[in-house]
């Protein structure tokens, strides 16, 4: 009877996780702001924004608003096309493919003599 053996699968590097959109969006808005060489005070202030918000948007840590979202752009000379041509960048950049789906393991066949 043939002897069954198991062949264990090489194993994969697990896919990084799609970083979350408000992540993503902060980057790029901080990214660009650092470009421009202005302060957190002066894209807020131009934003109408506050410091703090403006900042916790910049790490992700809130999601803001359209009409805040647009006002930060504005503020940078950013379009939201731009934004999000430039987010969708990001994501692309810093995500790797997915794992590809699990199978069942490998069997060899070897015949005894």
């Known amino acids: ?14 896919a990084r996780p799609a970083p979350l959109l408000r992540d993503a969006v902060g980057a790029v808005l901080r ?11 002066d894209v807020a202030d131009a934003a109408r924004v506050s410091l703090p918000h403006l900042s916790e948007v910049e790490r992700g840590r809130k999601e803001p ?5 647009a006002a930060i752009c ?3 000379d950013l379009t939201l ?3 999000l041509r430039r987010t969708a960048s990001h ?11 699990r199978t069942a393991p490998r069997v060899s066949l070897s015949l005894a003599a």
């Open 1 to 14: 009877m043939p002897k069954l053996t198991l062949v264990p699968r090489t194993p994969r590097p697990p």
């Open 31 to 41: 990214a660009e702001r650092s470009a421009q060489h202005r302060t957190l005070a």
């Open 65 to 69: 608003s359209s009409e805040v979202l």
């Open 74 to 76: 504005t503020a940078l």
């Open 81 to 83: 096309a731009d934004l």
């Open 91 to 101: 994501v692309a950049e810093t995500t790797t493919a997915p794992a590809a789906p």
